[in-house]
């Protein structure tokens, strides 16, 4: 579970993310949408644990990000929409890197690895350097990595950046297996129809305050629109039918 409790973060005086409160269910994929400068990334960094929040608080499974940021971080996935790569390491070597910031060793750790180079379609390629990826694959490597640890919430931003249409389907069907299996996954996406496909529930959050949360057809009856998550975003935000 994820609950936003009054969460603020102020820079010179101006509130990037201005009270929100948001709860979130064990199993749900969540999406988080907005207009650019409507505060969604710095939602997640303070999510992610990057940055404190000025008021408020963050809870992720019952633990309070500014108070024991280890032990969330712990079961914490976060993908960024700019990940960094060691494109000097072969895609086995940097899950194994990433593991090993989580102490996971042995066969442990050589199963879940092939595990997750076999789900993400990256097996041929587990000895070749990085470097030499497509940038679909690299986004793949990512989100597996941030996998790697078995975490109960994933946070992820853009997560279909750069995937082909076979790509974003493999990474649409890993994030609704997940959430079968328990796992929470918070997704920040500009991309609206992805959003309305894949995630139960939205918030749309515009000059850094939650203005509108729910199903797509909660949404549209509260925006007074029937058609597309695109049409009840623009109503929303802008006042455009």
Partial sequence: MIVFENLTKTYS????????NLQISQGAIFGFIGPNGAGKTTTIKMMAGVLKPTKGRILINGL?????PSRAKMIIGFIPDRPFLYEKL???EFLKFK???YGITGDALHERIDGLLRLFELTEWADELI?????GMKQRLVIASAMIHEPKVIIVDEPMVGLDPKGAKLVKDIFRGWARDGATVFMSTHTLALAQEVCGE???VNK???????TSEELGRQAGVRGNLERIFL???SGEA
């Fill in 13 to 20: 005086g101006r509130k990037a993310v201005d009270d929100l």
């Fill in 64 to 68: 309070d990000m500014a108070k024991e």
């Fill in 90 to 92: 072969s895609g086995k």
């Fill in 99 to 101: 593991a090993g910031l």
């Fill in 131 to 135: 470097e030499a990826y497509s940038h």
């Fill in 202 to 204: 939205v918030a749309i």
């Fill in 208 to 214: 850094g305050r939650i203005v509108a949360s729910g």
């Fill in 235 to 237: 109503k929303i935000t």
